[in-house]
């Protein structure tokens, strides 16, 4: 399967570095494709938000598939019921899902249609972007 990718997507912060904004770009989501988030664990520190847009009738089902990287990846994959309507879903044991390129699979449930983006902060310190 060749996965559409997207990038996470981080805050711009501002001169005061007291402000962050992200300018969201979403991208649909293709079913028979599935979604690969690139470098989804770069940040290491727990902020990455999967944002869904379910615009189905009905609800459907994600799958975040087990990893590669680490061996709490044999606890296997996970589905979790997404709504119609929106969601954002927190990644919380980063790396069961971790692959070794450090990034993430996602696969979506027969009759998903929707939009997807991934956001996350910063770990550390970087220089204020103009």
């Known amino acids: ?16 570095e007291s402000v962050a904004n992200i300018g969201i770009t979403k991208q649909a989501i293709t079913v028979a494709n599935g979604i690969n988030v690139s470098d989804a664990f770069s940040n290491k520190n727990n ?9 189905a009738e ?16 044999m606890l296997g994959d996970i589905t979790i019921e997404i709504p119609v309507g929106t969601s954002a879903i927190q990644i919380q044991d980063l790396s069961r899902f971790e692959k070794s390129d450090g990034s993430i699979d996602l696969d979506f449930g027969v009759g998903f249609t929707g939009y997807i983006y991934a956001i996350a902060k910063w770990a550390g310190v970087r220089p204020v972007e103009d």
């Open 58 to 73: 009905a609800k459907s089902s994600m799958t975040a598939k087990a990893g590669n990287a680490y061996p709490n990846a």
């Open 1 to 16: 399967m060749t996965r559409d990718i997207i990038q996470v997507q981080y805050p711009v912060l501002d001169h005061t």
């Open 47 to 55: 902020s990455l938000f999967i944002v869904i847009e379910n615009t």
